[in-house]
């Protein structure tokens, strides 16, 4: 037997194209962002938006985020005590969006936003519900890039329930859960079935192994 008669090594992990190459980044930045979250909730117990003295709403609580991405000069930098689009304050988002942005938003916005809504986590502004149907609950998506909003706002993602997948990615995306794992939403989920996955305790079962799978799991099948 000579070697062209051996047969071709196989490839592993299998190569992958251009477009599964940018979404690979782009969850790998999701990873940090993902820990950079647990931390800021553990050592400031929480995260949550930047109010003035009299409640309104100033900074986004992603600000608190950007202390654990290395960019702590930014958070310095920041007025707390001005508006997410004062003079001062609108210049620094698109300085902090090297972790946030994604390909397709605009420079200073980020598709990484809390889920809120008509019975999610985060129903009422700067308040966790407390959840009944356990750590399947999604916390945080990344969004659609035209559902992005301003890095430093105090905007989120708002959830449709009578329109499910209104905003996200129609091919699936990645979530973060309270559980704290992050899992990749499929895009054949059903609408009834995302909807059970945003509410925090609409009591409905769900097999979330049908529904998701590891967040670079989706890459070792290589191109499809």
């Not at 304050?89 to 809120?116: C, H, I, Y």
């Not at 008509?118 to 035209?146: C, F, H, S, W």
């Not at 329930?161 to 054949?188: C, E, I, N, T, Y």
């Not at 097999?207 to 191109?223: M, N």
Request: aromatic share 8%; charged share 25%; no cysteine.
């Amino acid at each position: 037997m000579t070697d062209t008669d051996l047969p071709s090594p196989t490839v592993w992990p299998p190569p992958l194209t251009e477009q599964q190459q940018r979404e690979l980044e782009q969850l790998t930045r999701f990873q940090h962002f993902r820990m950079a979250h647990a931390n800021a909730v553990q050592i400031s117990r929480g995260v949550k938006n930047i109010v003035d003295k009299d409640g309104k709403p100033l900074l986004s609580w992603r600000v608190a985020l950007l202390s654990y991405l290395e960019r702590t000069d930014i958070v310095q930098a920041i007025k707390r005590d001005e508006p997410w689009d004062s003079e001062h304050n609108a210049p620094l988002a698109k300085e902090a969006d090297r972790f946030f942005r994604m390909k397709g938003a605009e420079s200073g916005t980020t598709v990484w936003q809390l889920a809120t809504g008509p019975g999610t986590l985060y129903e009422k502004p700067n308040e966790r519900a407390t959840p009944t149907d356990g750590g399947n609950t999604i916390m945080i998506v990344q969004t659609a890039p035209e559902a992005a909003v301003p890095l430093l706002a105090p905007r989120d993602f708002v959830f449709n329930p009578d329109d499910p997948w209104d905003g996200l990615p129609k091919a699936g995306f990645p979530a973060l859960f309270l559980s704290g794992h992050m899992r990749w939403v499929k895009g054949d989920t059903p609408p009834e079935t995302l909807k059970a996955l945003f509410t925090a305790a609409g009591g409905e079962e769900v097999d979330i192994d049908a529904v998701t799978t590891s967040i670079f799991g989706k890459f070792l099948r290589g191109p499809e």
